[in-house]
């Protein structure tokens, strides 16, 4: 059974429906992963056993509170519980998702910026030129890619004394 992947859950919660993001890379009888979702991203390790995924999160909002889900994948479906501290199970229910609606839900999951924040996609640039350049005007020219994508930037720079 192929369990790695990513996949789209939906927690059935008392204060409703939570939707998350979760990536999985299965190997033997552990996994490593990410949750993106409304609790922030956080990364997770966990165990297998058979088609069943079992791993615990510490959740730092709403509140602080320690997180242990279980998860059982049949072909692309996945279902199980998430139990969070004294709150009880939340049913979870989820899909195997296709790489274009993997993409999808990692913009969606990105949230507001902040200082913490990590492109899920635009995270890995590799610059192709840096270089001082005097025309048309003094300045720093910096070009280059983003990897695994088609994505190219630029940048100008004025010299340091303009800023």
Same mark, same amino acid.
Do not use: C
């Given at each position: *059974?192929?369990?790695?992947?990513?996949?789209?859950?939906? $927690?059935?919660?008392?204060? +409703?429906? %939570?939707?998350? &993001? $979760?990536?999985?890379? =299965?190997? +033997?009888?552990?996994?490593?992963?990410?949750?993106?979702?409304? *609790?922030?991203?956080?990364? @997770?390790? +966990?165990?297998?056993?058979?088609?069943?995924?079992?791993?615990? *999160?510490? @959740?730092?909002?709403?509140?602080?509170?320690?997180?242990? /889900?279980?998860?059982? @994948?049949? +072909?692309?479906? *996945?279902?199980?519980?998430?139990?969070?501290? $004294? /709150?009880?199970?939340?049913?979870?229910?989820? !899909?195997?998702?296709?790489?274009?609606?993997? &993409?999808?839900? %990692? =913009?969606?999951?990105?949230?507001?910026?902040?200082?913490?924040?990590?492109?899920?996609?635009?995270? %890995?640039?590799?610059?192709?030129?840096?270089? !001082?350049?005097?025309?048309?005007?003094?300045?720093?020219?910096?070009?280059?890619?983003?990897?695994?994508?088609?994505?190219? /930037?630029?940048?100008? /720079?004025?010299?340091?004394? &303009?800023?």
């Amino acid at each position: *059974m192929n369990l790695s992947g990513s996949w789209k859950v939906t $927690l059935s919660t008392p204060v +409703g429906a %939570q939707v998350i &993001r $979760l990536r999985v890379e =299965a190997q +033997g009888e552990s996994f490593t992963g990410r949750i993106d979702g409304p *609790m922030g991203a956080n990364d @997770v390790q +966990g165990k297998v056993s058979g088609n069943t995924l079992n791993w615990i *999160m510490d @959740v730092k909002k709403p509140i602080p509170v320690k997180v242990t /889900f279980s998860a059982t @994948v049949e +072909g692309d479906r *996945m279902s199980g519980f998430a139990k969070a501290g $004294l /709150f009880g199970k939340a049913p979870l229910k989820g !899909e195997r998702l296709t790489e274009e609606a993997d &993409r999808g839900m %990692q =913009a969606a999951a990105a949230g507001p910026v902040t200082a913490d924040s990590m492109d899920p996609l635009f995270n %890995q640039p590799r610059i192709e030129i840096d270089e !001082e350049r005097r025309e048309p005007a003094p300045h720093r020219y910096v070009h280059g890619v983003f990897a695994g994508t088609d994505a190219r /930037f630029s940048f100008y /720079f004025p010299p340091q004394d &303009r800023y």
